[in-house]
Antibody
């Protein structure tokens, strides 16, 4: 059974940093690309970032490029999202997802991030 | 960025009725790289349909997807109580992958 468990969310002040983690099980992590998708309170879904299976290629939404960094440790079956220079508009639930090609086929339950003073 | 527009915003129906949800895309979606997701309150989205018309693993056959190019449809043939939720469409042909704003299917 595919399992994705996000952690690392919380309350942070504007301009601060957080690192999200996503621990996975139930599939061969190193064979699949992964993504982060977020959902602001009461809003729809927004793709944030993606990474290829090897980690060699990464992709970002324009709204986070230069502030967020996606990475992975295939030896630990873990995906990361380093978030710097956080803004109020980054407040959201952050989901990690297993990609089949470019399709987010399985999603974790999410971790909430609140950016507020 | 590719824009997806879902209609209607809210669909009020009774259990047993048929639901038809639409999604229009601002640019033709290549290879039918198009998906539908279901999201219930407090839960993560769940993949229902991919490649425009293929049901994901474990999805009941009352859910069907159709369409190509710029116009896509999700049909729920007979609504069950557990189907009342928000549905999102998504294109995954182009980067950034983008979602529609969602259609809420509520109990009438």
């Amino acid at each position: 059974e595919v399992q994705l468990l996000e952690s690392g969310g919380g309350l942070v002040q504007p301009g601060g940093s957080l690192r999200l983690s996503c621990a996975v099980a139930g599939f061969t992590f190193s064979d699949y690309g992964m993504s982060w998708v977020r959902q602001a309170p009461g809003k729809g879904l927004q793709w944030v970032s993606g990474i290829r299976s090897s980690g060699a290629e990464t992709y970002y939404a324009d709204s986070v490029r230069g502030r967020f960094t996606i990475s992975r440790d295939n030896s630990k079956n873990t995906l990361y999202l380093q978030m710097n220079s956080l803004r109020a508009e980054d407040t959201a639930i952050y989901y990690c997802a297993k990609d089949n090609g470019w399709l987010a086929s399985y999603w974790g339950q999410g971790t909430p991030v609140t950016v507020s003073s | 960025e590719i824009v997806l527009t879902q209609s209607p915003g809210t669909l009020s129906l009774s259990p047993g009725e048929r639901a038809t949800l639409s999604c229009r895309v601002s640019q033709s979606v290549t290879n039918n790289y198009f998906a539908w997701f279901q999201q219930k309150p407090g839960q993560a989205p769940r993949l229902l349909i991919y490649a425009a018309s293929t049901r994901a693993t474990g999805i009941p056959d009352r859910f069907s997807g159709s369409g190509s190019g710029t116009d896509f449809t999700l049909t729920i043939s007979r609504l069950e109580p557990e189907d009342f939720a928000v549905y999102y469409c998504q294109q995954y042909a182009f980067s950034p992958r983008t979602f529609g704003q969602g259609t809420k299917v509520e109990i009438k």
